[in-house]
């Protein structure tokens, strides 16, 4: 039985050429054949999207890649094992405005979504150890509207989340950056958890 879920089991590849069109409208099925051709002949995976722009397949192994879908949006993919044996994979959606705010996902292989994951960016702010708590809670105080990027990583099922702030001024940028502390979290076969 086991030998029949790992032979059911697909790599990043075949879900990447399964993902529906509705995912991503401007870029269909023979556009994503074309890059993972590209990728195998080993020159740079660009192609023309519907949009007129270029989307590039920037890296693809066995359970990740990541693609440039257009100047403004990154997508990410990486493969997750589960304790029951079923594979499920996290999707990231980075849009890149100000700066970039992500949408995490996780998919069973089929692309049924099984939940989309929510991270309270006040909850990832740090107090530094040498920061005084009033000094924390002024600063606290300019974060009115604190955003999260989502990274996964190439080589793990890690989840790298990095909190900024929109809507200040360069000064007040300098001063809450000791806050924003990128928190790793690792997937353990159920959930990414604190690493």
Same mark, same amino acid.
């Given at each position: ?16 050429? $399964? ?22 002949? +080993? ?45 499920? #994979? ?12 992500? !949408? ?14 929510? #991270? ?15 000094? #924390?809670?002024?600063? +606290? ?27 200040? $001024? ?9 806050? #924003? ?9 159920? !959930?990414?958890? !604190?690493?």
């Amino acid at each position: 039985m086991l030998i029949t879920m790992i032979s059911q089991a697909k790599n990043i590849r075949e879900i990447w050429l $399964s993902m529906p069109d509705s995912l991503i409208s401007y870029l269909d099925k023979s556009k994503r054949i074309e890059m993972v051709d590209y990728i195998d002949m +080993k020159v740079k995976a660009d192609v023309k999207n519907a949009l007129e722009g270029t989307s590039v397949m920037d890296t693809l192994t066995n359970d990740y890649l990541q693609v440039t879908l257009n100047e403004a949006c990154t997508l990410q993919m990486r493969i997750l094992p589960t304790e029951n044996g079923d594979t499920l #994979f996290c999707l990231v959606k980075t849009l890149r405005g100000p700066l970039p705010e992500s !949408e995490v996902t996780l998919y069973r292989q089929d692309w049924q979504k099984k939940n989309t994951l929510s #991270f309270n960016a006040q909850e990832l702010i740090t107090k530094p150890d040498t920061m005084s708590a009033s000094s #924390f809670t002024e600063l +606290k105080k300019l974060l009115d509207i604190p955003i999260v990027e989502a990274r996964l990583s190439i080589d793990s099922p890690t989840l790298t989340l990095q909190v900024a702030a929109l809507n200040l $001024s360069k000064e007040e940028t300098e001063r809450v950056r000791p806050l #924003f502390i990128p928190r790793s979290l690792i997937w353990n076969g159920k !959930e990414f958890v !604190e690493d």
